[in-house]
């Protein structure tokens, strides 16, 4: 009953404190281009106006295929602060992925056709690895429950530390961070539009936007995973990947989707098969 | 609460659509110098969206003639209300030097409804982010009234 | 009552094979497929309470049956051999010849035509689950196939009707195949599994055209080679034990990792049957069938002869490497498959390569072999049955309406078929998203595989790699112009009643997975020490993770009514066009181009073909499928 309560209450706080993480995040981005930014609450301020917008829909099913998406990524929320299996929460999130690429297809333009493509592209590159991550969890603690990581008295992150950069790798995939903001970005490219988002508007936009805050929680939920001793050690670590991860978003281009296949793949595979091997062979530092 | 909260977000979020009619390019440039860190619009969460179906205030620059025309109305039918039309510079205006041009319709206005006019060949960045303030200003003029029309009705 | 059930499951279908073949009347024949649905149906409904039983009825032990099937085991072949002959096939004609000699050795110098006969019949959960898969699945796609077979005919311009010698066929091969599930004799066993075999390739090539002439050829030798696989297996296991009863065989083998080269066999016979890659081919070629024939026979159960034949034998090779090595196999051709069919714009190709795919999954499940990936591997097997004999329904409909197999050529399909496009859709849905069941297995199996560094590698890019090409399907099908109308669809009744019973049962069966692992799968497994799975308010749970199916059944249901009612169509919303940066035509998928001229985009999906393309990858993959076997043959000895 507890954890239902806590299932409750982290379902309704995530979207507050994604709102904290993206203004933060905007305003450093600001900062590190040596301008002022926006407000903290830019955010909020963002979605409650695409609330306000009169309502314009490009396909009929697409309102649901949003819905789909914001329940999938509540739920998945919720089951992270219920302590639930990984793997489980994991395909939850999954559902709302999906069925965000499916609204995108829906409709016959050119631009969200080609950012649905990309999205898949991406969700290709970043599931494996994370099943990966999953998959060393579980050779560590023999549980893909999060409640054995809690168990735990050293940090994960002292025998994982390859499979964390290879989560670090899905997280700036996932947050469609530069290099990785193939399918779309927070700002438009010219050559896509907007990309996947390209034909969603107001309303079903800001919806996206409440899911996208969701899954950034839940993400740095996983994260936080890795070093669960200390309430100041899982802060530490948190901070350091964010601000990483917007370092990262800053000083790299974007490229193009088959680099991101390749070239991820590749180190993330190598990698986990490196620390999987390790986590095989028994040894525990 | 949430439509107070609604109200004061569409005037702190204005996200841009800009749209070029046939401009020499010189309004063009000065409008995204507004995004560079010297005027940094984001302190007024403005972004560049370059989507119409999500934008707020659709910028044009540029004289419109016969063939833009079309594509200008389209571009203010696919933006959702409520939205803000700011023409810029004197071609935007009015047609500019080539009002008299066989082409040309003129004005931004022929076409589409315009909240904001912001004067200058080329138009400053400082005026041009003027001219989103006060059309932003207008926006809230709208809300007091419909609230005030609400309550009379 | 037991027997009664048994008779009718495997004779039933035979008379009614017969009755189709001779009475040509099409009226008679509708009466007679729903007549034989029903019974089959009924019985396999009925003989869940019965399970596990093992006996031998009467007629097993006459002298005369003995005798009847030794001449029909030799009858068979040389019908095989036929033709091989008639199309000058050396492969057929060889691996036939092969097995003449090795069954005519086997039966007349080595036991002498006296071997005791074993247990005849033995029906665990095992079996009674592949029974109601085939009487089930297999009746409603007969059902199906009369309106199908119709248009078929109608389109190709037969003279003389050639659907009297497809639906005994297919007549044929259920009662086959529910035969083949029953029996505890090896021999028997074999027996069926070669009608299978002769079914397929006479139904691959019904259509007479001669890509169908040549694929079918193409199936007949591979599955001569796992037929002949499977027939030396028998015989080296028959040198040892001295027995063919295979409850006996797996009790006295199980544990003492011996006799791993005749187990190594029958694995590469399932595999041959399961288009396992470097088997793949023949299944591929299979498409050329009839649509209905693609469903029985390529999807929902003839190919998961071959995986039924791996999960019944596992517990006798469980904890040796020859396992391990089969988990390998497995989990590569889940990811190779799907790998190639990412590349696949033809419909009927991503369904036969995810079929392989997914019939990798299982394999792989059993080759890790603990009592929860057993698990996994049967509620994968279910719930890809139904899944999948939906989705080739729904192709086969589609195909006959617009004419085309492409995935392209459905781009906005919701405006034509609605009922279809929204069918195959959800049918898509319930392969790749939780709470359905196929997600419980694959979840299930990639907790059970953790264990394995190969085996979770390949599992976690193929698992990545499905998601995709699925998704990109589903998307495309519901679009249609930007005012979402469709126009009403006419489907035929026989089309209707398949289609709807599969996918509600799709999604039905998935919220009781809890109960049908407790009352189906549990009570198969002996000797336990604790259960794999425990379940307690619809979750499935053990110490290394949980599967709350009710719960996430309830949210699904809330969420996907409340977001239907929260989008259903309002006045206030304003359709828009999709952007086009420009001006759109009037006709969706056009804009107006430069002189005013109304050009129409194409769009197409990505399908990676420089990363996923048959070319690329076919020579690679089936040379490292080729030295997995052998390296599998290899660790037996």
Redesign the interface.
Same mark, same amino acid.
Not at chain 3, 478 to 482: A, K, L, Q, R, T
Not at chain 3, 543 to 548: P, R, T, V
């Given at each position: 009953m507890t954890l239902f309560l806590y299932a409750i209450i982290g379902v309704i706080l995530a979207p507050f404190a994604g709102v904290l993480v993206v203004g933060l995040d905007r305003i450093l981005t600001a900062k590190f281009q040596s301008r002022i930014g926006p407000p903290l609450l830019q955010p909020l301020y963002d979605i409650c106006k695409l609330w306000g917008k009169k309502p314009m829909i490009a396909h009929r099913f697409q309102p649901l295929c949003v819905y789909i998406y914001l329940a999938a990524a509540m739920v998945s929320v919720g089951m992270f602060f219920a302590q639930s299996d990984l793997l489980l929460i994991f395909f939850v999130q999954a559902v709302g992925a999906i069925f965000f690429v499916i609204g995108a297809l829906l409709v016959p333009s050119p631009f969200s056709q080609a950012g649905g493509n990309r999205e898949l592209i991406q969700i290709l590159t970043y599931e494996p690895l994370i099943i990966l991550v999953l998959a060393g969890i579980y050779l560590y603690t023999g549980s893909f429950k999060i409640d054995a990581i809690y168990a735990l008295d050293k940090p994960l992150l002292i025998n994982l530390p390859l499979l964390f950069i290879v989560f670090g790798y899905a997280l700036t995939i996932k947050l469609k961070k530069s290099p990785f903001d193939i399918s779309a970005s927070h700002h438009a490219h010219q050559e896509l539009v907007r990309g996947v988002l390209t034909e969603y508007s107001g309303k079903m936009l800001a919806l996206i936007e409440m899911a996208h805050l969701y899954e950034t929680i839940l993400i740095l939920g996983l994260c936080s995973l890795f070093w669960t001793t200390s309430i100041w050690g899982m802060a530490l670590l948190l901070v350091i990947t964010y601000l990483l991860e917007i370092i990262i978003d800053n000083i790299c281009a974007r490229m193009s989707f088959r680099w991101m296949l390749k070239s991820v793949w590749t180190t993330g595979i190598v990698l986990s098969a490196i620390n999987l091997i390790w986590l095989y062979s028994g040894a525990r530092i | 609460m949430l439509k107070k909260l609604i109200e004061k977000s569409q005037i702190k979020s204005p996200w841009i659509v800009h749209y070029d009619c046939g401009s020499c390019n010189g309004c063009d440039i000065e409008t995204l110098a507004c995004l560079t860190p010297l005027y940094d619009v984001e302190r007024f969460g403005v972004l560049n969206i370059g989507n119409p179906k999500h934008a707020d205030v659709l910028l044009v620059t540029g004289t419109v003639n016969h063939r833009n025309k079309k594509v200008l109305k389209n571009i203010y039918d696919q933006m959702s209300d409520p939205k803000l039309i700011i023409a810029i510079g004197a071609c935007g205006l009015s047609g500019g030097i080539f009002k008299e041009a066989y082409n040309v319709v003129g004005g931004v206005d022929k076409v589409i409804p315009v909240d904001v006019y912001v004067p200058g060949c080329p138009a400053k960045p400082e005026a041009i982010i003027d001219g989103v303030v006060e059309g932003l200003a207008k926006l809230g003029e709208l809300q007091q009234q419909n609230k005030t029309d609400a309550i009379a009705s | 009552m037991f027997e009664n059930l048994i008779t009718t499951l495997t004779f039933c279908p035979l008379v009614a094979a017969l009755a189709c073949y001779f009475l040509r009347g099409e009226r008679l024949r509708s009466a007679l497929v729903i007549v034989t649905g029903i019974v089959l149906i009924l019985s396999a409904v009925l003989l869940i309470g019965s399970a596990p039983v093992s006996m031998t009825p009467a007629l097993f032990t006459s002298v005369k049956f003995k005798t009847f099937i030794q001449s029909a085991d030799f009858l068979l072949l040389g019908l095989i051999l036929y033709f091989g002959i008639k199309f000058k096939n050396r492969i057929i004609i060889g691996l036939s010849l092969l097995q003449v000699i090795i069954l005519g050795y086997f039966e007349f110098f080595m036991t002498a035509g006296t071997h005791e006969a074993p247990v005849g019949i033995f029906c665990d959960h095992l079996s009674l689950i592949m029974v109601l898969i085939i009487s089930i699945a297999g009746s409603l796609i007969v059902l199906y196939a009369l309106p199908y077979m119709k248009n078929h005919e109608k389109h190709l311009k037969l003279k003389k009707s050639r659907q009297p010698r497809f639906f005994a066929l297919l007549f044929l091969f259920i009662g086959a195949m529910n035969a083949m599930v029953l029996v505890n004799d090896m021999m028997l066993f074999y027996f069926f599994f070669e009608i299978t075999t002769l079914c397929s390739f006479l139904l691959i090539g019904h259509d007479k055209t001669e890509e169908s002439k040549r694929n079918s050829l193409t199936a007949l030798w591979i599955n001569s080679l796992g037929g002949a696989t499977l027939l030396i297996g028998i015989v080296l296991i028959y040198t040892q034990l001295h027995t063919l009863d295979i409850q006996s065989i797996i009790s006295q083998v199980q544990g003492k990792d011996i006799l791993l080269i005749p187990l190594a066999l029958l694995c590469i016979a399932g595999f041959t049957k399961a288009a396992q890659m470097p088997f793949q081919k023949w299944l591929l070629g299979a498409m050329v069938a009839p649509t209905p024939t693609s469903a029985l026979l390529h999807s929902s159960t003839m190919v998961k002869a071959g995986v039924y034949l791996l999960i019944r034998f596992a517990p006798a090779f469980a904890g040796t490497s020859l396992s391990t090595l089969v988990a390998v196999c497995g989990a590569f051709t889940f990811l190779s498959a799907a790998a190639l069919a990412i590349g696949q714009s033809n419909g009927k190709k991503v369904l036969a390569y995810s079929t392989i795919s997914n019939l990798g999954l299982i394999i792989a499940c059993v080759g890790i072999n603990t009592h929860a990936s057993l698990t996994a591997a049967i509620i994968l097997l279910i719930f890809h049955a139904v899944s999948k004999a939906l989705l080739f329904l729904c192709m086969g409909s589609i195909e006959q309406h617009i004419g085309s197999r492409d995935i392209e050529d459905m781009?906005?399909l919701f405006g034509e078929m609605p009922i279809t496009a929204l069918v195959i859709t959800l049918g898509i849905l319930t392969m790749?998203?939780?709470p359905f069941g196929m997600?419980i297995g694959k979840?299930m199996a990639?907790?059970s595989a953790?264990?394995n %560094?190969l085996v +979770?590698?390949m599992?976690?890019?193929g698992? #990545? =790699?499905t998601?995709?090409y699925w998704?990109?399907w $589903?998307?495309?099908l519901?679009?249609?112009?930007?005012s979402?109308k469709s126009t009403p669809e006419k489907m035929p009744l026989f089309s209707k009643i398949p289609l709807f019973t599969l996918l509600s049962s799709a999604i039905l069966l998935g919220f009781l997975t809890p109960i049908i692992y407790s009352s189906m799968i549990l009570p198969d497994f002996s000797g336990l020490v604790a259960a794999p799975f425990s379940i307690h308010n619809g979750i499935i749970f053990n110490?290394?993770?949980?599967?709350?199916v009710y719960p %996430?059944f309830f +949210?699904a249901i809330v969420?996907?009514l409340? #977001? =239907?009612f929260?989008?259903r169509?309002?006045k206030? $919303?304003?359709?828009?066009?999709?952007?086009?940066?420009?001006?759109?035509g009037k006709q969706?998928?056009s804009f107006?181009g430069p002189m005013n001229k109304v050009t129409t985009?194409t769009?197409s999906?990505?399908y990676?073909s420089?990363?996923f393309g048959e070319e690329k990858l076919s020579n690679l993959v089936n040379m490292t499928a080729g030295i997995l076997i052998l390296i599998l043959i290899g660790v037996s000895f």
């Open positions: - | - | 781009r906005g790749i998203l939780p997600l979840w990639i907790e953790s264990g %560094l +979770i590698l599992l976690a890019l698992s #990545a =790699l998601v995709v998704a990109r $589903a998307g495309i519901m679009g249609s112009d930007f979402g110490n290394q993770g949980s599967f709350a %996430l +949210i969420v996907f409340f #977001a =239907l929260l989008s169509p309002k206030a $919303a304003q359709q828009v066009s999709p952007y086009m940066s420009g001006i759109q969706p998928g107006v985009y769009q999906n990505y990676l420089a990363f």
